[in-house]
């Protein structure tokens, strides 16, 4: 069974960085598209950032520029660095594989003031 952790939120001012991390036990990623999602109160989580097996990365518009997905298939982590956060960075975030039907972990909540 796929467990994911994910680590790294905290609270930081509007214009700060932080890197988020996601931890994946019970398989190899190697093979796997992954991604990083977020979700706030009331609304559908929404994928943000994916990075596909050759390590080529594909963000939102919303991201884009500011944030960096990243993998380490031998230590089976992927990470997001954010940077120029803003308030509207703040969410819950979650990584999972898109095609693939894992349980999501419980996220890490990013929080940004202004």
């Known amino acids: 069974q796929v467990h994911l952790v994910e680590s790294g939120g905290g609270v930081v001012q509007s214009g700060g960085s932080l890197r988020l991390s996601c931890a994946v036990s019970g398989t190899w990623i190697t093979i796997y598209q992954m991604a990083w999602y977020r979700q706030t109160p009331g609304k559908f989580r929404d994928l943000i950032a994916s990075?596909?097996?050759?390590?080529?990365?594909n963000y939102t518009d919303a991201v884009k520029g500011r944030f960096t997905i990243s993998r380490d298939n031998d230590k089976r982590t992927i990470y997001l660095d954010m940077r120029s956060l803003k308030p509207d960075d703040m969410a819950t975030y979650f990584c999972n594989a898109p095609e693939e039907n894992w349980s999501w972990g419980r996220g890490t909540q990013v929080t940004v003031s202004s």
């Open positions: 990075i596909d097996v050759s390590g080529r990365p």
